[in-house]
C-alpha cells in the first residue's frame, strides 16, 4: 500500500450508517498489509516499528475497527497489544497523536446552567492548556518530577483538564475518592505521599482544611475552582488557577517536553483507590501499559463508537468507567464528553434533551428511573419505546449499565427501544471492565463474553482468574503486604463464576467480602460491622446492601459482657443500638452508612449455615434466612 493509497483511506468524520464495502475493503487492506509487515520484519527494525505506528495511528477510526472482525476473542486483541509494545506507545503519544489528527474536535463540554454559559474545550485547546498546567506542576516538583499529585475533586471541569495533562505529560496523579471520610482521605495522602493537592473549593476543601496539619509531606494546596472557567476565591496559602500557573513561566517548556518524552510503558501513570475488605482503602496503581492495552482493546470490541458520538457523563472521574471509559475513551475515540449537570433525573432528562448524546453509562438504578419515566409517559400510547428515545434526546446508540445487575426484562426493553444496551463485569485491578455483552447478543444473567486482550480462567473451586496487559502489576504498597497476583501474574477476582456456552459467563456467587449498591458503590461490609462490634454492645453485627438502596445492618447484642440489656425492653434496647448505630455513622463516608437495622432474634450460627465452621459469616445464607426482617425493617426501623 503506498502513500497514495493512505491517504484515500475513510478516516472519521461525523456520519450515519454503515460504511460503504469500498470502504471497508480499503480498511482491510491498510490492516492486512501493516499485520504482514509484522510478521515479516524484526520486532525491533526500522519498518516493523513504523508499520506499528502507523497500525496505532489508524485503527481507532470507525472503518478500521468495523473491519476488524471477528472482535471478540480474536488475535486482533494480540496484535494491538503487541503494536503497543513494538512502538512504545504511551499516553503522551496518544494524546500528542489526537492533536495532530483532530485537534479541532470538541473534547469537553460543560451545559449551560443558570446564568453561566456553556464552556467547551476541544483537543487542541486541551492540549495547550494540559501543558501549561503540567510545567506548572513541574516548577512546584522541583526536583521531584515523579512525586505524586493528588486531585480531589468531583466532576468538575478544571479537576478534569488538570487529570489529563497530567496523563498527558507524564506526571503521576492520583485522584481520591471525593465520596469518601475525612479520615479516608487522610489515609490516602499519607499512603501516596502526595506532594501536591488540587481540591475543589466549597465543601471538599472545607473536609481537608482541618486536618492539613497531620500531612507534612504536602507541598501546596491548589483551589479547584466550583466554576468552570472561573477562578477560585483566594486563600491565604493556596494557590488558584492563575497562581499555579504563574509558577510555570521559571520553568522551560522544554523540561516538561523531556518528562513526557521520557515515559516508558511500565512506568506508574497514577493510582485509584478502592475499598478494602479489611477497611483501609486499597491503591491500585495504572501502568502506561495498563492504560493504551484498555483502551484499544475496549474500542475494538465497540467499533461503532467514534468521532461526532456524545457521552454524557454521571460517573465520577474518580472511578474507572467515568475517567478511562468516558474521559480519556472521548479523546481515544475522537468523542465529546459532556458533564451532566446532575445525576439527579429532572436534571438529567433535561440534559438529554439539550445535548442530545449518542452513548450514555449508567449504574442499574438509573436505567430503572429512566424506564420506569418512560412507563409513565407511554401510559397513553403504549409506546414504550418512543417514550424511552424521546426521554434520553432521540440520539442514544449505545448504553451500558455498570456496577451492579439490572432486570432481563428491562434490557429487553430498553434494547427495544433501538438503544444498545450492554452489561459485563470488571474491577477497578482490571482498570475496569473484563467482560460485556456484545451488542446484539444479549443472553438473560449473563455477565457477557471476554473482552478481548485479557485472558480469563476458572479454577476448580469456580473463581474467576484474570490475566492481561490491562489488569494491575500489583497493589501499591499494601498495608498487608499482599501484592494481589499469583505466581503466574494473575489476579483472583474472588468472585464465582459458571460458563453457559459462546464464552457467556454468569455470576454464582462472591468469596470476598465487598458488594456494590444499587447505586453502584463499593461498600466493604466488614469495616462497617467492625465499627458496630467496637461500641462493645454487640457480639454480632451483619450488614445487608448488596443491590439494596440502603444498608440495612442486623445485630445481636452481646448479653455475655453486657448483661445489663436483659433488662431492657424492646424499644429501650431499639434506642440505645440507635444510639450505637449513629455514632458509628459519623465515622463512615455517606454511601456506606447504615440506613435501618433489627435486633436479630437468635444469634447467627453455623447450624442455619449462617457462619462458617471458623465463625465467618455466610452472607448469601443470613440474606436468604433473615429477608423478611430486613424488608421490614427498611420499612420500620430507620436511625
Known sequence: MDASQEQA????????????????????????????????????????????????????????ASAMEPRFASPWGRLLVESIEGADYSLPRLFASRE???????????????????????????????RALARALLALLGDEPRAPIALLSENRFDGALLDLGCLANGLFVVPLPANAAPSQLLYMLGHCRARLLAVDEGRLLDSITPHLGALPHLKALILIPSHPGQEATPVRGHLTFAELLAQGERLPDSARADRANAVQLGELATLLYTSGTTGEPKAIPFTQRNLIAKRLCRALALPDLGEGDRFLSILPFFHTFGRWFELLGSLYWGATCVLARSPALPNLLHDFERERPTLFIGVPKKWVELHRRAQRDAAGSSDLGGSLRALTGGALRFGLSAAGYLEPALFTEIQGAGIALSSGYGLTEATGGVTMTPPGDYREGSIGVALPGIELTISDENELLLKGPYVMPGYHAPPDGVSGLDGEGRFATGDLVEELGGGHLRLIGRKKEIYKSRRGQTIAPHRVEALIRATGLFAQAFLAGDGREENVLLVWPDLEHHPELRTLDGAALAERTREAIAEANRALAPYERIAAFALLTRPLDEAHGELTAKGSLRREAIEANWREVLERATRDSRV
Open 9 to 64: 483511506l475513510p478516516g472519521g468524520q461525523e456520519r450515519e450508517g454503515t460504511f460503504t464495502p469500498a470502504e471497508l475493503d480499503r480498511a482491510r487492506a491498510f490492516v492486512a498489509h501493516h499485520r504482514a509487515v509484522l510478521r515479516s520484519a524484526s520486532p525491533t527494525s526500522p519498518a516493523s516499528r513504523q508499520a506499528l505506528e502507523r497500525l496505532l495511528e489508524w485503527v481507532w477510526r470507525r472503518p478500521f
Open 100 to 130: 495532530r489528527q483532530i485537534p479541532s474536535t470538541l473534547l469537553l463540554r460543560v451545559p449551560p446552567s443558570g446564568s453561566e454559559a456553556a464552556l467547551e474545550l476541544t483537543v487542541k485547546e486541551m492540549a495547550e492548556r494540559g
